[in-house]
């Protein structure tokens, strides 16, 4: 039984590390072969989206991992890769997209609403602090609380 177990672990750890890469897609020289799963785990699946194209299976994601490939091969640096396929497939293909003008409120957005909603929490709690300081009974309420102490005798 522990044997078996152990084999299932085995086996769990081998498919669990397992990525979509192909073996024919492997390159020879591992520094260029690093320098490709690093960039591919940088840049969206247009078919699968929430995945990078290194652990997607789609086709056009194994496309674009040899299009990476064919890139370094021909000596082009990381950047030069990355903006060849944006300028392909547009910002969208980067999984963490680059900060600029046009993409500042993706960046900045979750800070601002953040900054807003304790500014409005802040000044929730200031205005109800200033309305729970009580104000004297006028004469009408002060007639009002004789009449109900009395009932209650």
């Known amino acids: 039984m522990r044997r078996l177990m152990l084999t299932a672990l085995f086996l769990l750890a081998i498919t669990a ?12 020289d591992p520094a260029l072969e690093a320098r490709a799963r690093t960039l591919s785990a940088g840049l969206r699946c247009l078919v699968c ?9 789609a086709p056009l ?36 997209p680059r900060f600029e003008m046009k993409t500042g409120p993706l960046w900045i957005g979750p800070f601002a609403l953040l900054f807003v909603a304790v500014a409005l929490l802040l000044l929730h709690r200031r205005a109800k602090s200033a309305g729970e300081r009580e104000a004297p009974l006028n ?15």
């Not at 064919?70 to 060849?84: H, I, P, Y």
Request: aromatic residues 6%; charged residues 35%.
């Open 17 to 28: 590390s397992a990525m979509a890469v192909q073996p024919d897609e492997i390159m020879k």
């Open 49 to 57: 989206q929430n995945q990078s194209i290194d652990d997607s299976e």
């Open 61 to 96: 994601a194994r496309d674009l991992r040899l299009l990476i490939r064919e890139r370094l091969t021909a000596g082009d640096t990381d950047d030069q890769v990355v903006s060849f396929i944006v300028g392909r497939y547009g910002e969208f293909v980067l999984l963490k």
């Open 139 to 153: 004469g009408e309420e002060k007639m009002l609380l004789d009449r109900l102490s009395r009932f209650g005798e």
